[in-house]
C-alpha cells in the first residue's frame, strides 16, 4: 500500500503507473510472497527449508531424501518441465510428511521412554 504525499488514502502499489515497470514480472522470474498467500498459477513450490528442518529436527533418513526431491524443483522450472517440477515437488512433500510423522512419533517414543525410566 502507498500513499502520496498530502493525500488522506493508501492505495494499492499497481494503481500508480510510475511503479508498473517496477511489478511486471518477466516469465520464469521468482514471485514474492508472503505467508498464507496462495500460490500463482504456474509457480510449484519446492519444500526445501520445510526438508532441511526436518532432517535437522526430526528424522535424517526421510529429510535427506525429502532435500533430494526439493533441489529438482527448481532446476526442473527452470528447464521449462513444469510436470517433472510438480512431481519433484509432490514427492519433496511425501517425504516431508513421513520425516515429520516418523520423527514425531520416535520423539514421543523416546520421551514416554525416559519418563518411564525416571530420566526427566
Not at 3 to 32: D, I, K, M
Request: with cysteine.
Amino acid at each position: 500500500m502507498l500513499q502520496r504525499e498530502g493525500q488522506t488514502n493508501w492505495a494499492p502499489l499497481s494503481s500508480f503507473p510510475e511503479f508498473a515497470p517496477l511489478l511486471s514480472v518477466a516469465p520464469g522470474q521468482p514471485v514474492a510472497m508472503s505467508p498464507g498467500q496462495p500460490i500463482p498459477e504456474g509457480t510449484v513450490p519446492n519444500y526445501l527449508v520445510h526438508s532441511i528442518l526436518l532432517t535437522l529436527c526430526f528424522c535424517p533418513p526421510f529429510g535427506i531424501a525429502a532435500i533430494v526431491q526439493a533441489a529438482k524443483v527448481d532446476a526442473l522450472l527452470a528447464g521449462g518441465n513444469q510436470a517433472a517440477a510438480k512431481e519433484a515437488s509432490a514427492g519433496a512433500k511425501k517425504w516431508c510428511i513421513w520425516a515429520l510423522v516418523i520423527g514425531a512419533v520416535f520423539n514421543i517414543l523416546l520421551i514416554a521412554l525416559k519418563f518411564y525410566e525416571g530420566g526427566f
